[in-house]
């Protein structure tokens, strides 16, 4: 089975997202397993703090380095095969080849940053830092919640159709999915392409290639 723990201040952020669609399915599937961890639990002060002030001046607070790694110890003891990701704008950059490895490895866990980012010492403590992209979000949640949903759509069995994930965007050679048309025949005036009516399957698959060879390039993927 697949394990996903979550390291966050916010655990109600995940409630909502994790009990429709897909990963409900997989939950209930027993598929996947998502645990949230809440960093405050493992503050030790007396006011439960999880943030403090930067040394050396600057705007805003940071998460402690004490909670944190309490918390990232925990999710090593309850799963000691499990890949702990730190979610930062200064990591690796998340794509689909990234999903697939993490997916292979089955026991992973998502730290969530609030704040101004993390104390750095936190960052001995795991084993890897991960991007979504070259912007900056309020919090690590919503990046956590990508991330899992990009993985849970991955594990065998989770998906209707087997061949649906292995079609997707960035599957093959990194290839964008090609353009998709359902009913009606003609929407306020455009066809769907003659081709995919014409029941010739060769045909469809070659124009289908030739389609999303297009757009990857347009969007230079290729
Ligand atoms: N001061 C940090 C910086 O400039 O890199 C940004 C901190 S951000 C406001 C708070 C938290 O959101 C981060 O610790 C991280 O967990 C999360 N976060 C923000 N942008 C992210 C991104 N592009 N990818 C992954 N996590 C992100």
Redesign the pocket.
Known sequence: MFHAQILTLFPEFFTSPLACSIPKRAIEAGLAQVDCLQIRDFSTDKHHNVDDKPYGGGP?ML?KAEPVVGSIREARKRDPQTHVV??????VPFNQAKALEYVEKRHITL????????DERICDEVDEQ???????????EP?ALSVLDALIRLLPGVLGSPESALLDSFTEEGMLDWPHYTRPEIFEGKSVPKVLLSGDHAKIDAWRKEQAAIRSKSRHLS
């Open positions: 805003g998460m730190m979610l930062t704008p200064s990591g730290l969530c940053g609030r704040y101004e980012g993390f991960l991007s979504l992209g070259d912007y900056v979000l309020s919090g690590g990046a």
